[in-house]
C-alpha cells in the first residue's frame, strides 16, 4: 500500500510538471509506479530493521542524487536510451524489483510485531 500511495504522489509531477524524463506519459507512470512499489519493500525492510526512518530518508536521497543528479546527466538521450535509463526506464525498475524482492525474501529476519493493546 505505501509504495502505491508513494507512487500516486509523484503522479501530478509526472504528468503535468517537468519531472518525467522524456518518455511516453503512461510507460513513465507505469515504470516509476512499479519501482516505486519495489523500493518500498527495501524502505519497509530498513524501517522495521532499524526501528527508524533515517536509514528510507538516506535511501531516497541517496537514490535522488545518484540517479537524477548523477547518472541521467551522464547518459545521452539517444534513441530509446530513456525508455532504459532514468526513473522511468525499465532497468531500474529491473534493478530495484530485484533487490526489493531480495528483502522481502529476508522478512523472517525482521522484529516480531508487537499485538496491540484493546482498551
Known sequence: ???????VWHYPGLLWADYNA?????YALACFTLMVIA?????GWLRLKS????PCAMLHASHNLFIQAILDR???????????????????????????LYFWLR?????????????
Request: glycine share 14%.
Open 1 to 7: 500500500m505505501s509504495g502505491c500511495i508513494w507512487g
Open 22 to 26: 522524456g518518455t511516453n506519459a503512461r
Open 39 to 43: 523500493m518500498s519493500f527495501i524502505m
Open 51 to 54: 526501528g527508524s526512518l533515517w
Open 74 to 100: 551522464i547518459t545521452a538521450p539517444v534513441g530509446r536510451a530513456l525508455y532504459v535509463t532514468t526513473e522511468f526506464g525499465f532497468g531500474l525498475v529491473l534493478t530495484i524489483g530485484a533487490t526489493g
Open 107 to 119: 522478512r523472517k529476519e525482521l522484529p516480531a510485531a508487537e499485538p496491540a493493546a484493546v482498551s
